[in-house]
């Protein structure tokens, strides 16, 4: 129903920035809560920042909050994830994830995200 198609990762040195893009496909964007996640080596799937139409709620990570930021352009149908001061153990493969359509002005992080992007790699050396 939803196709999604990240991209931006990279190789980067700390204390870089990077942005990711994840292109939204269909005409149900608006009506989506969408995220980032990520996954380390050895380590679980985590939450990174989550934001559902009109950026009326966001969610971030305790660690990182401050360093990154989600928004989106809805004309565009894009979500964006603004990553800054980027550290080492940032590194991780990022996933683009939407929820099915998603009614109220409930917070991003009670909805199951269930459709996923391929992911995109983000490797930050030090």
């Known amino acids: 129903q939803v196709q999604l198609v990240e991209s931006g990762g990279g190789s980067v040195q700390a204390g870089g920035s990077l942005r990711l893009s994840c292109a939204a496909s269909?005409?149900?964007?608006?009506?989506?809560?969408m995220g980032w996640f990520r996954q380390a080596p050895g380590k679980e799937r985590e939450r990174v920042a989550l934001l559902c139409a009109g950026a009326t709620s966001t969610y971030y990570a305790d660690s990182v909050k401050g360093r990154f930021t989600i928004s989106q352009d809805n004309a565009k149908n894009i979500v964006y994830l603004q990553m800054s001061s980027l550290k080492p153990e940032d590194t991780a493969m990022y996933y683009c994830?939407?929820?099915?359509?998603?009614?109220?002005?409930?917070?991003?992080?009670?909805?199951?995200?269930?459709?996923w992007g391929q992911g995109t790699q983000v490797t930050v050396s030090s």
């Open positions: 994830a939407a929820t099915g359509i998603v009614s109220g002005r409930a917070l991003p992080e009670i909805y199951e995200y269930s459709y």
């Open positions: 269909g005409s149900t964007y608006s009506r989506r809560c």
